[in-house]
């Protein structure tokens, strides 16, 4: 990104839209009341329409913002471990978590990239790889790549769904409620499936 990119899109009313967009990206990746794929998606739109934003500085200060959110969270499950087990472990039994310590031992990045994707899976996996008792040093690299993709993802559909309109008070909009959407019926399918495999041992046989 060069220097004349970064001074653009630091120039004129986008000086409050980009804090604005990684303190709200920020907020919602600790506590979890901000729909931070909207504000993405509503940064692209608003980059490619009015070009008061610059879409690459949208990527990575979603990226960034996500990535101190989820550090965050991780370290007060880390600090707080017994508290953290203790969440962790409610209707769980011991052999479970002990499967679930050995998957972050083999597989933790893995399960942190698609913890980030899914809808409702970022904070679960945080707050068990932090009880856990997750390296920092295999958390870091692999909480980047997730939030590096998630941004990514994620203004690619304010993109496409803003670039229908010219309008940019429409395109935002529109983009925030189309992922809105998109994290409503992706919520729906894996709470159906997470039911599904939760009634087939007791409806198989014996």
């Known amino acids: 990104m060069s ?3 970064l001074a653009d899109g630091w120039s004129g009313t986008s000086a409050i839209g980009y804090p ?3 303190g709200g990206v920020l907020l919602g990746s600790v506590i979890p009341i901000v729909p931070t794929g909207a504000l993405v998606g509503a940064a692209a739109a608003v980059a490619i329409t009015s070009g008061e ?8 200060l979603s990226a960034v913002g996500a990535l101190v959110g989820d ?5 007060v ?8 087990v203790r969440w ?3 209707g769980q039994h011991p052999e479970r978590l002990e499967a679930a310590r050995h998957r972050f031992t083999e597989r933790g990045w893995l399960l942190v990239v698609v913890g980030r994707l899914l809808p409702a899976g970022r904070v679960p ?4 790889a932090g009880a856990l ?14 939030c590096l993709l998630w941004a990514v993802v994620y203004a690619a559909l304010g993109v496409a769904t803003g670039g229908l309109f010219d309008d940019p008070l429409i395109a935002p909009l529109l983009a925030a409620v189309v992922v809105l959407l998109v994290g409503a019926v992706s919520s729906l399918v894996s709470t159906l499936l997470r039911r599904r495999r939760e009634r087939l041992p007791a409806g198989g046989p014996r």
């Open 88 to 90: 962790v472990s409610r």
């Open 53 to 60: 934003l610059s879409l690459p500085l949208v990527v990575v």
């Open 125 to 128: 996996v945080l707050l068990a």
């Open 3 to 5: 220097p004349a990119v």
């Open 77 to 84: 499950a880390r600090i707080g471990s017994d508290a953290a």
């Open 20 to 22: 604005a967009l990684f």
């Open 71 to 75: 550090l965050i969270t991780f370290g």
């Open 133 to 146: 008792r997750y390296p920092w040093a295999r958390l870091t690299p692999a909480a980047a790549v997730a």
